[in-house]
C-alpha cells in the first residue's frame, strides 16, 4: 500500500538531487545545491521510458514522474522483492537513478535486497520499519549518494547498515522515533552533507557527536524534536561548514544570549521559531558572524535589548513575529544596516516610530500586520527610501490629523503596491472606521479637544457624539456636558423582520441617569451617516433593574441587509449620596458595532427558557389604561391566580410609534400607575409579566380626549360662564320670592261690609261686594 502522507518524499529528494536548488524563506531554509552525480548512460531524457509499471505476480503499481525515476507502492515485502528484480534486468538505456518505493506491512528491511541494483537514490517508506538489516544495502551496482528512511519506526539510527555507504551525500530519517545520538549514530559518513533528523523524539545528543563523525555536514534539520538550550548547543558544536540550521519547535526556552549556539562562522541561515524564547540580550549569538537569514517566529519575545543585533551586520531576513514585543528601540536594531525583510507581524506595537525604521537603511519590506499600533509617528517613514512593501493590516489606526503626514506619504511619497496601500484601514472615529486611509480627504483628518477626550474614554461611542450636527450656532450654544466615565454598551441585538430590540448594559455607576436619545447610523462606503435619531423617555428609578436598558424601534427607514450603528446617549444625575449636587449633569454615551440588518435566529431580549413563557392574555386578566391628558397615562393591571404562581413580577410600558418611552414595575398581583412627561399619543400601553415587556404582549391604544389638554382656555370660560349663570338665576329666583310673600291682603281693598252671614262665608263676600258695584 502506498504511503499517501509522505508520498511526495521521494519527489522532494528527486528535486534535491537532480535539479537546481531554489532558495526557500524560514521557517524552511534554502536548499543547497545538489551533489555532483557520476555519469548517467549516455540515453537523453528523450529517449527514456519508463521500465516498468507492475512487477509480476505481484499488487504493486509503479509510475515514473520524471526521467530516470521511478516510484513503486502498494503490495507488501514481497514488492521489494519483485521490483528489485524487475531493475536487475534493465538495459543502460532504461537504467532508474532513483527509486521511491512504499509498501505495507514490513517491518524490516532484509539484507542485500537490491544486491546487483545501480541506484543514486533511494526512499523506502511502510510507517512500520523499525529494523534495518546490517548488510540491507549491500551488493548495490553503483555507489548510493542517497538514502530517505522517512515515517517508520526506527527507534535508533541504523549505524551498521549506513556504515556500508560511504558515499552517501543526503540522509532523510525524519518522522521516526529516535530518542538520542551516540558517537557511532553516523560513524563513517565523511561525506554527508544533508541530514534531517526532523519530528523525532531526540532529546539528548552527546557533544560533538555530529562534527566528529559529519564533518562535510552543511545542512541539519532537527525541527520538531525535544532537545533543550544544553543538547541543542552540544548538537552542533564544531560543524565548521555547517551553512542551515533549523531548530524550530525544540525546547529551548528562555533568553536568546551571546553563548546560546557555539560559534558556527559559517552559519548563514538559522531557525529557532516555535521554541519558548523570551526575550533577546545585547550581542545575542555572538559566534554566527555569517549569518544572513534568522527566524525567531512564534516565540514568546517581549524584550529586545539594545544591541541586540549587535554581531548581525551580515543579517538580510528577520522574523520575529507571533512574539510580544511592545516596542522596538533604535538601539535594538541600529547594526542591521543590510536587512531587507523585517517581519514584526501578530505582536503588540503600539505606534510606528522613527526608532523602529530609521537604523535600517536597506529595508525593503515591512510587516506589522495584527498589532495595536494605533499611530504613525511624524517623520516615522522619511527616511524610508528603500521600502517597497509595508503591510499594516488588522490594526486599530486613530485617522486623526497626526496622521496626515502618513497619508500623504502613502499617497504621495511611497512606492507601494495598491494592495499594501489597502491594508491601513482606519478604525478611529466612527466616521471614517473601515475607510481606507488613503482615500480619505485630508480635511476629515482632525483633531479636537473635545473629540480626544470622548475618545480617550469611550471611544466611538464619544466620536459619534462628537459628530452630531449641530444648527445652531457655537457661540450662543451651550457647552456640551462632561462625559462620564461609566460604560454603555450594547449586550444584545433582535431583529425579526420590522422591528429592532436592542439591550444595552450600563455601567451600575452610571445610576441614577435618564435616557436622553438614540442616533442610527448606516455604512456607506468609507463613511458613516446619521441616518435618524429620536428621543428617548425612561428613568433609572423606574427600572427593576438598572444596569439593562431595553429600547426597540421600528424598522420603517432602516433597509434589510444593510450595515448600522446604533448609538444611545443617558443623561447621568449627581448623586448626593457620593457628595455630588444633584443638578450634575454627565454624558453616558454607547455605541454598537456596526451590525448588518439580517433576522436574527434566536431571542435576544428575553433569556431562553426551556418552557415557552405563558399566554400574558389569560395570566393578566384585568388591564385597563387612559389617557387623562395630553402626555398623561393611568394604568390598572390584575394578574390571574395562575399567574401569581412562583415569583410574580407584573411590569407596564408605554409605546409610542414602537419606541419604549417609559416603564414601570407594578405591585402584585394588581396596581396601578400613572406615566407624566411623555410625548404625544396616541399611546401603545402593554403589562406582560417579568421585566421585558413588548408592543406584542397585553396592550391596549389609548388616546388623549379630543381638546383635553389643548382646550384649557375654552374649557375655563366655559366654566366661568356657567357659574355666572347660576349667580343669575339664584338672584331671580330670590326676587321672585320675596315679591310672593309681601304680597298685599285682601281686607286693604275697597269692598263694602257685607252681613254677618256674609262674614262667614267670605267667598260670597267677595262676590256679593263685585256685584254690588
Known sequence: MCRKMFSSMGLLLLLLFFLPARPQQLETASVPPPPSLPPRPSSTPTTWRCPLSSADGVAVSCACDLPHTLRCSGGDRSALVAIANALRGLPPSSAVSLLDCTVANVTSLPASMLQGVALHGLVVSSGEIKRVAERAFDGLASPLLALGLPNNALAIVPAPALALLPQLERL???????????????????????????????????????????PALRTLRMRGTRLDAANAS?????????????????????????????????LRTLSLARNNLTSVKKGALSGLPSLTILSLAHNQIDVLEDHAFLHFGALSKLDLSHNRVVTVSGSSLAHLS???????????????TVDLIAPLKSLRELRVDDNDISMVLSGALRGATSLRNLT???????????????????????????????????????????????????????????????????????????????????????????????????????????????????????????????????????????????????????LRDATRLAVALPSVDLQPGHKYRYCVVLLESGDPRKGEAADEVSLVLGCSEVIPLVPTTEPVLSPPAAIPPPDPDRL????????????????????????????????????????????????????????????????????????DVTPRGRCVTVRAAPGTGDNAVENLALAIGLIVLTGVLLTLLYVITRHLIHRPKCQGQYFMSGTREDQQHPRYVKLQATTKV
Open 172 to 214: 532523510d530519517l525524519s518522522h521516526n522515533h529516535l530518542r538520542a545520538l551516540d558517537g557511532n549514530s553516523f560513524k563513517g559518513l565523511i561525506k554527508l552533507t544533508f541530514l534531517d533528523l526532523s519530528d523525532n523524539a531526540i532529546s539528548r545528543v552527546t557533544p560533538g557527536v555530529l562534527a566528529a563523525s559529519l
Open 338 to 352: 543590510r536587512l531587507t525583510t523585517l517581519d514584526l507581524a501578530h505582536n503588540f506595537l503600539r505606534a510606528l
Open 620 to 691: 393578566i386578566d384585568t388591564f385597563d389604561a387612559n389617557a387623562t391628558t395630553s402626555g398623561s397615562v393611568s394604568v390598572f393591571a390584575r394578574v390571574s391566580p395562575d399567574g401569581e404562581k412562583g415569583n410574580c413580577e407584573l411590569t407596564v410600558a408605554v409605546f409610542v410609534e414602537g419606541i419604549m418611552v417609559a416603564q414601570r414595575r407594578l405591585e402584585c398581583p394588581a396596581g396601578r400607575a400613572s406615566f407624566a412627561g411623555l410625548p404625544a399619543g396616541p399611546y401603545r400601553v402593554c403589562a406582560g409579566l417579568g421585566t
Open 392 to 542: 499594516l493590516s488588522d490594526n486599530p489606526l486613530n485617522c486623526d490629523c497626526n496622521m496626515l503626514e502618513f497619508a500623504d506619504w502613502l499617497v504621495n511619497g511611497s512606492m507601494l503596491s495598491p494592495a499594501d496601500q489597502a491594508t491601513a484601514v482606519c478604525a478611529t472615529p466612527p466616521s471614517l472606521e473601515n475607510g481606507l486611509l488613503v482615500e480619505v480627504p485630508p480635511g476629515e483628518l482632525l483633531c479636537g479637544a473635545d473629540e480626544d477626550a470622548m475618545e480617550q474614554n469611550l471611544g466611538p461611542a464619544a466620536a459619534g457624539l462628537a459628530s452630531l450636527p449641530n444648527d445652531e450656532d457655537p457661540a450662543s450654544s451651550p457647552p456640551l456636558p462632561p462625559v462620564s466615565s461609566a460604560r454603555l454598551k450594547l449586550h444584545r441585538f433582535q431583529y425579526d423582520g420590522f422591528r429592532i430590540a436592542l439591550e444595552w448594559a450600563v455601567e451600575e455607576t452610571a445610576a441614577p441617569y435618564a435616557c436622553d436619545a438614540l442616533y442610527v447610523y448606516e455604512e456607506v462606503g468609507a463613511h458613516e451617516v446619521l441616518l435618524e435619531s429620536s428621543p428617548l423617555h425612561c428613568n433609572s428609578s423606574a
Open 234 to 266: 552540544g548538537a552542533v558544536r564544531g560543524l565548521s561548514n555547517l551553512h542551515e540550521l533549523d531548530l524550530s519547535g525544540n525546547a529551548v526556552k528562555g533568553p536568546l544570549s551571546p553563548d546560546s549556539l557555539p560559534p558556527l562562522p559559517s
